[in-house]
């Protein structure tokens, strides 16, 4: 599987900041690119995904921002909460056969009140 | 809501010993998968299985590790003879097929955290 790089490791904000994580991957074969949200304990659950067929998607205060050409896509949270304080991974999966997401290293993300 | 289930919650074994995590998918879903979390590091793919038989594996998924669909509900992940870097949280996951070019979300169990000691 081909790698998906995402950045920064570490992300700490201020309650009603933004939050922004950034992904790069290579596979020009990838066609579907969620985020995952995950809290201690618990197992990834997907937060918004996009396809690349259109350059922004946008749920709440949850976007995805997506550039074809340079093979990275970034997720915004808008006015970040405490509650959103949680491993965020980018993921990206091929078309055709089955959905295998390649996940991205995750970024731990700390939203201070 | 349906959702993935796995169990045990945590799994401590003696290195070299065997041991299997369970998990029972969503009911309609036909796709399943094995992934793995190291403390701290990413998800990584194990494998995946679909109608009975392994769809495709990556490099860790050796011949250590099989899976297993043995009745219509459970779906298991078996690792022979546990090293010490087993140790890990496994997830499960379903999805329901694709259907044309419309992709399906992978669900996820809440792990199953093996430690080898």
């Known amino acids: 599987q081909q790698q998906v790089k995402q950045s920064p490791q570490s992300l700490i904000v201020q309650k009603g900041g933004i939050s922004i994580i950034n992904c790069a991957y290579e596979?020009?074969?990838?066609?579907?690119f969620p985020w995952y949200q995950q809290f201690p304990g618990k197992g990834p659950a997907l937060l918004i995904a996009i396809r690349p067929d259109v350059s922004e998607k946008k749920e709440g205060r949850f976007t995805i921002s997506f550039n074809k050409s340079a093979k990275q896509f970034s997720l915004h949270i808008m006015d970040s909460q405490p509650g959103d304080s949680a491993t965020y991974f980018c993921?990206?999966?091929?078309?055709?056969?089955?959905?295998?997401?390649?996940f991205g290293r995750g970024t731990s993300l700390i939203v201070h009140p | 809501e349906p959702e993935v289930t796995q169990t045990p919650s945590h799994q401590v074994t003696q290195m070299g010993q065997e041991v299997i995590l369970r998990c029972v998918p969503i009911?309609?879903?036909?796709?399943f998968y094995w992934y793995r979390q190291i403390l701290g590091q990413k998800v990584e793919f194990l494998v995946s299985f679909y109608n009975n038989e392994i769809s495709e594996k990556s490099e860790i998924f050796d011949d250590q590790f099989s899976v297993e669909r043995p009745d219509g509900s459970n779906f298991t992940l078996k690792i022979r003879s546990t090293k010490l870097e087993d140790s890990a949280m496994y997830f499960c996951?379903?999805?329901?097929?694709?259907?044309?070019?419309?992709?399906?979300?992978?669900?996820f169990g809440q792990g199953t955290r093996l430690t080898v000691v």
């Open positions: 596979n020009t074969a990838f066609d579907y």
């Open positions: 993921a990206a999966s091929p078309s055709g056969g089955s959905y295998i997401p390649t």
């Open positions: 009911s309609n879903h036909l796709y």
């Open positions: 996951a379903s999805s329901s097929p694709r259907t044309g070019t419309e992709n399906t979300e992978a669900f």
